[in-house]
């Protein structure tokens, strides 16, 4: 099992930042990609960005340029810089970590609001 504690989420204006932050703890080894996903209330959860064991990112379309993921296997945390914020970026930001072939674990999730 593996256990992923989320931090970092809150109130922030529009073109404001935020830092998400994961912690993975348990059996971290192995664990091959871990991501942040998304779900805004009506919607149904999204990936915003992952990246694999050897630092291999992808994004959705919607946050390229204004988010970055990032690794620290020494740590076993993965970090999620928001940066240009919009409103529609309000919502709840989960943790993923996967252990290939077919093993996902699931954080508790941290809210985002933007709003002024």
């Known amino acids: 099992q593996v256990q992923l504690v989320e931090s970092g989420g809150g109130l922030v204006q529009p073109g404001g930042s935020l830092r998400l932050t994961c912690a993975a703890s348990?059996?971290?080894?192995?664990?091959?990609?871990m991501g942040w996903y998304r779900q805004a209330p009506g919607k149904q959860r999204e990936l915003v960005a992952v990246i694999t064991s050897g630092t291999n990112t992808n994004y959705a379309d919607s946050v390229k340029g204004r988010f970055t993921i990032s690794r620290d296997n020494a740590k076993n945390t993965v970090y999620l810089q928001m940066n240009s914020l919009k409103p529609e970026d309000t919502a709840v930001y989960y943790c993923?970590?996967?252990?290939?072939?077919?093993?996902?674990?699931w954080g508790q999730g941290t809210q985002v609001t933007v709003s002024s």
């Open positions: 993923n970590a996967v252990k290939f072939p077919s093993a996902s674990y």
């Open positions: 348990g059996s971290i080894f192995s664990i091959d990609v």
